[in-house]
């Protein structure tokens, strides 16, 4: 017993010390080799900071486990949220293009495989399915993670928000995700639209607000492209988003002003 | 027990390694209830002859008898006791929970190994540290409880590797006392060593190993006069003359 | 056969005491716990309600930890013997190789399925103080699980026969999971190779263990339902087999093997 003490103390001394240096190791990182290391430093948290260079794909593999999560545990081999996320993205999706565990394979194996069979039995369940309902909360951890993982992860950002804002109908927990996404991104045209579609369709009449954040987006979306090189298709597109929500606005406007009139 | 009075026949035994003989044309024997002393320099076959009589060799040609059968037998290895030179025992059993797992592999019920146990643990010397995990023994306390793990089995032959190695004076005399008691019992003995003194105090017999054969083989009260040293007198003029 | 017996409960005594005295199990509990306990309190975004993410974390560290005790426990079958000399008095007794080798690894998959039962003790506490339910596939999940614990510590001894320690582990480990992750995949990769490497990657695909076939985590987490009972029958089936022959291998190895 005093042994397993000993090494229970030893333990925890050793993760204490280790998470002692990574705090100092981070803290110490950011001020000093901030100019250095811009891409250590761009993203904020702890998370972001120690994947380093691979927090891109840290984060795009927690999308992929959104994604595998929306599809009841399949992965798909396709990101269809992503799509929803897109801010300028509204199509609802099939699975034409997608393979799962059933037909992997199948096309490929002339001859019987026995593990084939196997895998396809017990790695997959007999009905395609998506969560919906109260079940989509279950998403949120992973686009948290992704998020936390690399804060400038724009596509994870708009799913999520689109999840809060069209799956779950939650406007108060959409207009959270975003005003968080905004807070890493300040300036970035999809989030501000997101931020404006939540304000414009939650019915309290706040157009004001949401105008606000499509002009911003406007302007967000236009300075970008000003910065030269080949224009962007998606800023192209959010640019193009934010401006038709803004003529549905003006358009708004002016029939309440004309009716207020008469 | 076999009804044949040889315990041990060994005729003719040789064992190779990669073309190199380690034992070579071997014939011993050991009849019940005799003491032997296997002597030896480092490297002269001791340990392969021993791991041959126990069944964990096979001889490349000549025959190796034990109580009357094939020492690869596990009916013929369950009268035979085995102390190696220096086993690390299971470090997180104690010495009783040791007895009680060679008491398993020997096949013998719980109640019969507690029994042993107890006085064996006695006899070695062990009973106040029977509980106290092997990995806090010392050298000389391991090696009893080698002794100890050889006896449980209550062999007809008894088979020690070095078992003086790392004995202090009082244990090695506690240990003579156990091996003569043993030997009163009709026990079969054989046991290699380096220890002159011990083996001629302790022998009925002894045979010389060099470079693989047997070099001298005879009852010690031939040689036994005035102690000790001649044994080990005979000892150096063996080895002398088998240049 | 009451000899063998034994011999047999002698030896899987011995590994019990073995696992659970070398405080393994404790550190990768509080490990898990470490690991586990903040996750449980996060409320991303400050929305509440999420579990599935929980149970999927924790069945990985229990598939994990269970791997890690598998392997460790069959790695330390043969080597620490000879390395201690004790394989000497123990080849000494009334027990030939065969039976040895049959009885320390009735041992060891015991000791390891103590460990894993342990493990899922933990698991289940851990959603009922969630208050969670469990599907009916659990019970199927759990035997699945055991099964391949049993392939583990199979592969792994017989590994110790053959190589070093620190290599069987690692290759152990690079097989078990790799083949857990990507061993359905390996027709589609052999689709893109040359006629060699894949004939290769199908042979491996064909001989190696099927790791992932054992693993029912997402049919649990997401609540797929229960497999097939024909689905599950093969899969043990497979287990079994697997095992014989990789127990048979080791019995050559163990007998050529000079001591």
């Given amino acids: 017993m005093e042994k397993l003490f000993a090494n229970v103390r030893a333990f925890f001394l050793l993760c204490l010390f ?57 992965d798909m081999e396709c990101d269809h949220l992503a799509e929803h996320g897109n801010a300028a993205h509204d199509d609802d999706h099939d699975h034409e293009d997608c393979h799962d565990e059933h037909d992997r394979g199948e096309a490929m194996q002339g001859a019987f495989d026995p593990w084939h069979w196997i895998n396809s039995h017990v790695r997959a369940p007999d009905v395609h399915r998506h969560l919906g309902g109260g079940e989509t909360i279950e998403l949120m951890p992973w686009f948290w993670a992704s998020v936390k993982a690399d804060p400038h ?61 499509f002009s911003a987006a406007v302007a967000a979306a236009g300075r970008m492209l000003q910065r030269g090189g080949s224009p962007d298709e998606r800023i192209l597109k959010a640019r193009d988003f934010a401006q038709a929500y803004l003529d549905d606005l003006e358009k708004k406007a002016s029939m309440e002003h004309g009716s207020g009139g008469r | 027990m076999s009804e044949c009075s040889d315990i041990v026949q060994l005729e003719g035994v040789t064992r190779a390694f990669a073309g190199t003989k380690a034992v070579d044309g071997l014939s011993l024997k050991l009849k019940a209830g005799e003491v032997m002393g296997f002597l030896g320099t480092n490297g002269a076959g001791k340990t392969t002859t021993i791991k041959m009589m126990l069944g964990l060799l096979a001889p490349t040609s000549g025959t190796v008898k034990v109580l009357g059968g094939d020492p690869s037998d596990p009916h013929v290895r369950a009268h035979i006791g085995y102390m190696p030179e220096v086993a690390t025992y299971y470090p997180y059993l104690n010495a009783r929970e040791l007895l009680a797992f060679y008491g398993g592999i020997c096949g013998l019920d719980a ?48 088979v020690l590797d070095e078992p003086f190695t790392g ?15 043993l030997k009163e019992r009709g026990k079969t003995i054989f046991f290699s060593s380096h220890e002159l003194g011990e083996t001629e105090l302790l022998c009925d017999r002894v045979a010389i190993m060099k470079k693989g054969h047997c070099v001298y083989q005879g009852p010690v009260k031939d040689i036994a006069g005035d102690g000790a040293t001649n044994l080990e007198r005979l000892f150096l003029k063996t080895l002398e003359e088998a240049k | 056969m009451k000899l063998f017996a034994r011999q047999v409960c002698a030896l899987v005594k011995l590994s019990f005491v073995e696992l659970w005295r070398r405080n393994d199990i404790f550190a990768l509990v509080l490990l898990g716990l470490a690991l586990m306990v903040p996750l449980s309190m996060a409320t991303p975004f400050g929305a509440e309600g999420a579990s599935r993410y929980l149970d999927e974390m924790a069945l990985l560290l229990v598939w994990g930890f269970s791997l890690f005790i598998a392997l460790g426990t069959g790695q330390r079958l043969f080597p620490p013997e000879f ?20 009885g320390k690894y009735i041992g060891a998959v015991a000791a390891s399925w103590s460990a894993l039962a342990f493990f899922y003790v933990l698991f289940v506490a851990s959603v009922l103080l969630r208050g969670g339910t469990f599907a009916a596939e659990l019970p199927q999940a759990i035997v699945l699980h055991f099964a391949f614990v ?67 985590r997402q049919r649990l987490v997401h609540g797929w339902g229960a497999v097939d009972g024909g689905v599950l029958v093969a899969v043990l089936a497979y287990a079994m087999w697997y095992v014989f022959v990789v127990i048979l291998l080791a019995d050559v190895v163990l007998n050529r093997k000079r001591v």
């Fill in chain 2, 167 to 181: 004995l202090d004076p009082l244990a090695r005399i506690h240990f003579r006392e156990l091996l003569r008691g």
């Fill in chain 1, 153 to 213: 992860n724009i596509d994870a950002w708009s799913t999520t928000w689109y999840i809060a804002n069209n799956m779950m109908k939650d406007k108060d927990l959409a207009l959270r995700v975003v005003t968080e996404g905004l807070e890493k991104n300040p300036d970035d045209p999809e989030l501000l639209i997101c931020r404006g579609r939540t304000i414009y369709d939650n019915g309290r009449g706040e157009f004001a607000a949401a105008r606000e954040a």
């Fill in chain 3, 150 to 216: 049993a392939l583990a510590v199979s592969v792994s001894l017989l590994g110790s026969l053959l190589v070093s320690a620190s290599a069987n582990l690692t290759l152990s480990a690079l097989v078990l999971v790799g083949m857990f992750f990507f061993g359905r995949r390996l027709p589609e990769y052999a689709e893109g190779l040359n006629p060699a490497l894949a004939w290769v990657v199908k042979t491996v695909y064909a001989i190696a263990p099927h790791s992932e076939f054992f693993d029912m």
């Fill in chain 2, 111 to 158: 109640k019969t190994v507690r029994l042993r146990a107890d006085s064996l643990l006695e006899s070695v010397g062990l009973a106040d540290a029977a509980k106290r995990p092997l990995k806090t023994y010392s050298k000389g306390m391991l090696q009893r409880a080698g002794i100890a793990q050889a006896l449980l089995g209550d062999p007809d032959l008894l």
């Fill in chain 1, 18 to 74: 280790l998470g002692l240096s990574h705090v100092a190791l981070l803290s110490s990182m950011g001020p000093r080799f901030g100019e250095a290391m811009p891409q250590v430093v761009k993203g904020d948290g702890a998370l972001a900071v120690a994947f380093g260079d691979a927090r891109e794909t840290i984060s795009q593999a927690f999308v992929h486990k959104a994604d595998s999560y929306f599809h009841g545990g399949i």
């Fill in chain 3, 83 to 102: 390395e201690s000399r004790t394989i000497y008095p123990l080849l000494a007794k009334p027990i030939s190789r065969g039976r040895l080798l049959v």
